[in-house]
């Protein structure tokens, strides 16, 4: 399963995420009664934005995290029964009672291993002629904290996937997308003191190499990344994703 998450401390510093997000939620076509799937909601805050432009429809919120899914959930309370709640893994089918409308995903498709497998089941999620409006991270990602991972001895992000525009749009065309769009761009996030960055690589980007270490090794840890920065800022690399599921 999906690694879990202090979920509270996420829906604190995700501004970036936030921003990015609402970019991606502004590509859907939405005309507000359709049922549209959030795959990796995180804690909610996109799909809030997303919920927003529902007033007659459904959200699906799904994430492989169920402190994620409980902090969404808490956030997403004055929607009442029109968001759905689901934690699963994008890995596997998707449990869905019905196909959906679209599907959106910010900041997720990277945490997923295999990409021929995710780009499956969310076309086996969709109804045919159903959208796919989605951004993660991108070839070139983090780079310079790839490099100071690697100064450390540390994993450099093996376990994440990020693909380059290519290969994901032959992965979408093979799961059963058409009219597919695939770009990168540079979103450079400056935080304004050493601290901010230390939390927030700590909490998203350096998670799962904290995750066994006692709280001591972990600030450690974490510190010794941040300073090998050249700046305050993280270099993100976002992949770009709209498709339509063909039939």
């Not at 939405?30 to 549209?36: P, R, S, Y």
């Not at 109804?127 to 100064?151: K, S, Y």
Request: hydrophobic content about 45%.
């Amino acid at each position: 399963m999906p690694r879990d998450w202090d979920a509270e401390t996420y829906d604190r510093i995700a501004d970036p995420q936030v921003r990015w997000g609402a970019s991606v939620v502004g590509w859907l076509d939405l005309d507000g009664n359709e049922t549209v799937l959030d795959a990796g909601c995180g804690s909610g805050r996109v799909t809030e934005l997303l919920a927003e432009r529902l007033p007659r429809g459904r959200v699906v919120a799904l994430d492989g995290s169920a402190s994620m899914i409980e902090q969404a959930g808490r956030r997403l309370q004055r929607f009442g029964n029109r968001i759905r709640f689901v934690v699963a893994d994008l890995l596997h089918p998707l449990p869905l009672a019905e196909p959906a409308d679209a599907v959106l995903s910010t900041a997720t498709f990277h945490w997923v291993r295999d990409h021929d497998a995710l780009f499956g089941h969310l076309a086996a999620a969709l109804r045919p002629g159903g959208r796919l409006a989605a951004q993660c991270g991108g070839a070139g990602n983090l780079a310079t904290v790839v490099r100071a991972l690697e100064e450390l001895g540390a994993d450099p992000f093996t376990e994440k996937v990020f693909a380059a525009p290519e290969r994901t749009s032959e992965r979408l065309l093979t799961a059963g997308f058409m009219d597919i769009e695939c770009w990168l761009h540079a979103e450079p996030t400056p935080f304004e003191t050493l601290e901010e960055l230390e939390t927030f690589l700590r909490t998203v980007a350096l998670g799962k190499h904290v995750r066994s270490m006692t709280d001591d090794e972990a600030g450690a840890f974490v510190h010794a990344v941040a300073e090998r920065l050249p700046r305050l800022e993280l270099d993100y690399v976002r992949l770009n994703i709209r498709a339509r599921r063909a039939g």
